[in-house]
């Protein structure tokens, strides 16, 4: 079965940039969407299709997808922006989520 | 507004069942798919399955086969899942979420997730 690797840890600090990639093979033929999770709550969509963003989502989140790889980026990071966050796919009539990074900001 | 509201927290004994319930509201139900999705204590997501909500045809993933049951009740917008012969290991919290095949199979709305914890 597809497997998508992340990283388990990311730290930023304060108002600079987070990168959290999500590995695959070839997953550049796959659109990739992103969720964050707060401690004790429900995921959250941040970015659906590789690199669009829902509604009320800021436009610091932006993503990208290339090759092997499906990276997150998080601009300007805020305390706020501390959480789980886990890559996701729908390969084969099945969805795949990443095994999740923990962003920190310090 | 569009959300779903799952049932509350459970405590159950080994060997029990438990059913989980989903209410959809603010939108047309049968429009889109309702997902499971279980988060063991500390650990990330795992995709258990989805309902067709037109055809009330479930499909599970790998490794929720047998135990688990995906139901619904259209006339009041709830999906179910339950749970039965209920094992320590799926003290977990479950999540309901609404499938958009037009975000290429995203998840655009989460349920709050029910805690359901199995111990003797």
């Known amino acids: 079965s597809y497997e998508l690797p992340q990283p388990l840890s990311v730290s930023v600090a304060l108002g600079q940039t987070a990168r959290i990639t999500c590995g695959g093979n070839n997953i550049e033929n796959k659109y990739v969407h992103w969720y964050q999770q707060k401690p004790g709550q429900a995921p959250v969509l941040v970015i659906y299709r590789d690199s669009s963003r829902p509604s009320g989502i800021p436009e610091r989140f932006s993503g990208s997808n290339s090759g092997n790889a499906a990276t997150l980026t998080i601009s300007r990071a805020q305390a706020g922006d501390e959480a789980d966050y886990y890559c996701q796919i729908w390969d084969n009539s099945t969805y795949v989520f990443g095994t999740g990074t923990t962003v920190t900001v310090l | 507004q569009v959300q779903l509201v799952q049932s509350g927290s459970e405590l159950k004994k080994p060997g029990a069942s438990v059913k989980v319930s989903c209410k959809a509201s603010?939108?047309?139900?049968?429009?889109?798919?309702v997902n499971w999705v279980r988060q063991a204590p500390g650990q990330g997501l795992e995709w258990m399955g989805w309902?067709?909500?037109?055809?009330?045809?479930?499909t599970y993933a790998q490794g929720f086969t047998g135990r688990f049951v995906f139901s619904l009740d259209t006339s009041v917008t709830t999906a179910y899942l339950q749970i039965n012969s209920l094992k320590a290991e799926d003290t977990a919290v479950y999540y309901c979420?609404?499938?958009?095949?037009?975000?290429?199979?995203?998840?655009?709305?989460w349920g709050q997730g029910t805690m359901v914890v199995v111990s003797s």
């Open positions: 603010g939108y047309t139900f049968s429009a889109y798919a």
């Open positions: 309902i067709n909500i037109n055809t009330g045809n479930p």
């Open positions: 979420a609404r499938e958009r095949v037009t975000l290429s199979n995203a998840i655009d709305i």
